[in-house]
């Protein structure tokens, strides 16, 4: 199971993805439509089951054709990862001189990467035609044809400030006041191009006065061009068919026309990742044949599980229907996917990150399968129905030891006022309360248990437990309880 990779891959990973969701804010405000095109570039759920993809852009607008890639930065520079001796793996493989990188500064926090509210935007022939004043770094491992870090030279301000003067050799700016007299700084450009004009404002770590490419992206240029996606479907780059049967899912004007044309391409597309594209756009249209494709890779594909795992995908971000709700539950249950990943996407597509159909959550928060159990618990949003949470706290007062833990932790984890209100009513409806009852009490927060429960006596009951409910002290906040739970796994002396 993928979530019990390493805390500082996750770490990564939820930087890069809140990078993404930035980035794709500011596209719309400047009149974007952005849509992901790298599947999963914005969010942190790992899987273990590695998906053979295209080399993709993060970011695609469904109504100009324009890419972005999305680079995440605790340190804001102008650098981008290079493999010089793969050519499937350098910096720019697979991207058009017109396509657009963003570089996002980000910041550690409570809650985990926070990114800079502005990115940084460059086209891809900017960089190509800077790439000589670049430098390579170490190889990030010892392994042939490693990748390395590429750098442009930049000039990113640690301060706060405004520029007062720009020439051809220096840029001089006055930091922002605190507390003390502003001070000026002069930086040299030597060959670097100016980004900011007399007059403007700058933030510190998130703003690029100067570098080495000519220009930044000038993002207004690209709004202007209407994207053609059905004229790409017989593109020779797979890339471009890919971004095209992706596109077409969200482009109404071209709906009639749609059909036709995917149908067309999965009787003859070569690249398997297109044409399973292709069918899910196909099956969103309430295309049979769509349908029928993406079934046939998960029921009938043995050789290609990474294909299988991206099918299952497709049918998460379908949503809720007859076909997608059948299937995945089909998976689900299958004794063929015992033990295997594709099962716990199938649950995970249930829950808050797809279907929303937290009532088939049910079947199996107390699984055989752990991997499977806990995929399910996890599934459950804020927006869970009273219904299922009623079958919950049901679950509580039966008491089963297996299901009645994984009822209160589910219960833990969608939190709702109407969460604690049925746990509430069912503690007061019992003569002798149970067990399971007053431990999901003291597990939800405690202001609002105390709030809620008032005079009752049950207050004097679960009050010791609320002392160490999460985020009730210092030591049960995520970031320490498993920085204890790390540290106390080091107990060879």
């Keep these: 199971m993928g979530f019990k990779t390493d805390t500082s891959f996750l770490r990564f990973l939820s930087m890069g993805a809140r990078a993404v969701h930035r980035a794709m804010g500011i596209l719309e405000e400047q009149g974007f439509r952005p849509i992901e095109l790298e599947r999963y570039c914005g969010s942190n759920k790992i899987w273990a089951t590695k998906v053979k993809r295209l080399r993709l852009p993060d970011l695609l607008c469904v109504n100009t054709g324009l890419r972005v890639e999305v680079r995440a930065k605790t340190d804001l ?5 290079d493999a010089p001796q793969n050519a499937a793996r350098t910096w720019d493989a697979g991207n058009r001189d017109d396509d657009v990188v963003a570089f ?3 910041f550690d926090t409570v809650d985990g990467p926070e990114p800079a509210q502005n990115a940084v935007f460059f086209n891809i022939k900017s960089l190509r035609d800077a790439v000589a004043g670049s430098k390579l770094g170490p190889p990030k491992s010892a392994s042939e044809g490693a990748e390395r870090d590429r750098t442009w030279p930049a000039i990113i301000p640690s301060r706060a400030g405004r520029v007062l003067e720009v020439t051809p050799e220096k840029i001089i700016v006055e930091f922002n006041d605190s507390g003390g007299p502003a001070r000026r700084q002069t930086y040299t450009l030597r ?3 100016p980004y900011i004009s007399p007059g403007e404002t700058f933030t510190a770590d998130t703003t690029i006065l100067a570098g080495a490419p000519s220009n930044l992206a000038d993002l207004r240029v690209p709004l202007q061009q209407m994207y053609t996606p059905l004229n790409d479907l017989g593109s020779p780059e797979a890339v471009d068919r890919y971004a095209a049967v992706k596109a077409l899912r969200f482009r109404d004007d071209l709906r009639g026309l749609v059909i036709p044309a995917l149908e067309d391409l999965l009787q003859r597309e070569p690249e398997h990742r297109v044409a399973l594209e292709a069918a899910g756009t196909a099956a969103a249209l309430d295309s049979e044949f769509g349908r029928d494709r993406i079934s046939q890779l998960i029921w009938h594909n043995d050789d290609r599980p990474d294909l299988r795992m991206e099918a299952i995908f497709i049918l998460t971000e379908l949503g809720s229907s007859p076909f997608t709700r059948e299937q995945l539950n089909s998976i689900a249950r299958d004794p063929a996917f015992e033990g295997q990943e594709a099962r716990q996407a ?3 597509g249930l829950g808050k990150a797809g279907l929303k159909c937290y009532e088939d959550l049910l079947a199996f928060i107390d699984h055989a399968d752990e991997n499977t159990a806990l995929h399910a618990i996890a ?9 299922v949470i009623d079958r919950l706290v049901h679950d509580l007062v039966a008491g089963n030891p297996r299901r009645a833990p994984a009822a209160s932790e589910a219960l833990r984890i969608v939190g709702t006022e109407a969460v604690l209100h049925t746990v509430i009513t069912a503690a007061h409806a019992q003569q002798i309360v149970s067990g399971w009852i007053l431990a999901t009490l003291g597990r939800l ?11 009752s006596p049950l207050l004097e009951r679960v009050s010791p437990m609320l002392l160490v409910a999460p985020g009730a002290n210092w030591l ?8 204890i739970a790390f540290l106390l796994k080091q107990n060879l002396f």
């Design 77 to 81: 520079k102008i650098r981008m990862s």
């Design 104 to 106: 996002v500064a980000c």
């Design 191 to 193: 060959g670097k191009t």
């Design 346 to 348: 199938a649950v995970w």
């Design 379 to 387: 599934g459950f949003g804020a927006d869970t129905p009273q219904i």
């Design 445 to 455: 927060p405690p202001d609002r248990v105390r709030q809620h429960l008032g005079d």
């Design 476 to 483: 049960t906040s995520d970031i320490v309880t498993a920085d």
